[in-house]
């Protein structure tokens, strides 16, 4: 059996991209694939939280994984910080990669940009995360199309260690899927949806209520044509909101141009915003459920335990060939 590993950071709210292009395919892999999903929560800090918010994003991100379909007696789901094999792996990592590497990276480029003071995670961050993945040797790490130059990274300094002190780590393949691996803000699209936006409106959060997902379906920008047209080129708008109407329905971007055929706008926005909700109600009600069962813990907690059994034996041997002496 194939092995998955992927991650969400624990840095905000959970959005509609984040389940589009992440948690989707995690519980589809979880069929076919040993899996493991991790909430990034020591990611999460490269950009200051305050402890309480922060609390309250682990929790949340950690229920709309299972709330999701997330299995935990067929995925192993785990909080970063609860196995301290990540935080050793990464220091050895973070030895190993180059300052030239890291400052190539664009999301540390995109996350600074303006900022008067950068903390010095946000720019190692991605040798941790290089460890996160590669303490599980994973076949596959299905990401967003953002998070792909980090999946390169991960193999160059993957590949580095391999050549300095012999073959120890499987190179992982990034899994991108076709369409839907970048959802653009609803207010512009010309930037990535995030959960850590200061504007409400670029976003749809997976808890939103249904009239909330209405009012933002109805606001988000379009251009001033009549045509529901996939041309991600020309009409980079209409072509985003297809792209999460596919993904919410079973209708191709063929059948939602031939459902609206010289309809305009409204009638195609007010049914995206219909099945926007009929995908996310079901799992905001299990949410519910799952947050008043009080079970999240012990999962959290049986995940602690099947990570670190298999990332703890992978950090000791990597100590060894770099000359550590485990006691
Ligand atoms: P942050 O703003 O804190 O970076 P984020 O929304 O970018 O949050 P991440 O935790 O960085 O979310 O990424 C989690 C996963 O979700 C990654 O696989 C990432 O590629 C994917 N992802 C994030 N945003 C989108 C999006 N807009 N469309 C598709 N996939 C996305
Ligand atoms: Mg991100």
Known sequence: MKKVLSGIQTSGRLTLGNYIGAIKNFVELQETHESYYMLADLHAITVQQEPAALRSYIEEVALLYVASGLDPDRSTIFLQSSVPSHAEMGWLLTTIAYLGELERMTQFKDKSFGKESVGAGLFTYPALQAADI?????????????????????????????????????????????????????????????????????????????????????????????????????????????????????????????????????????????????????IQQRYEELRSSGSIYDILRKGAKEAEAVARPVLLEAKKRMGFINL
């Open 134 to 282: 590669l303490l599980y040797n994973p076949d596959l790490v299905p990401i967003g199309e953002d998070q792909k130059q980090h999946v390169e990274l991960t193999r160059d300094i993957g590949h580095r260690f391999n050549t300095r002190y012999g073959e120890l780590f499987t190179l992982p393949e990034p899994l991108i899927q076709k369409t839907g691996a970048r959802i653009m803000s609803l207010d512009d699209a010309s930037k990535k949806m995030s959960k850590s936006s200061p504007t409400p409106a670029s976003y749809i959060l997976m808890l939103d209520p249904p009239e909330v997902i209405r009012k933002k379906v109805s606001r988000a920008v379009t251009d001033s044509g009549r045509e529901v047209k996939y041309d991600p080129a020309t009409k980079p708008e209409i072509s985003n909101l297809m792209t999460i109407y596919t993904h919410c329905s079973n209708l191709t971007f063929a059948e939602i141009e031939a459902k609206y055929e010289g309809q305009g706008y409204g009638n195609f926005k007010k049914d995206l915003a219909e099945v926007i909700v009929a995908t996310l109600l079901p």
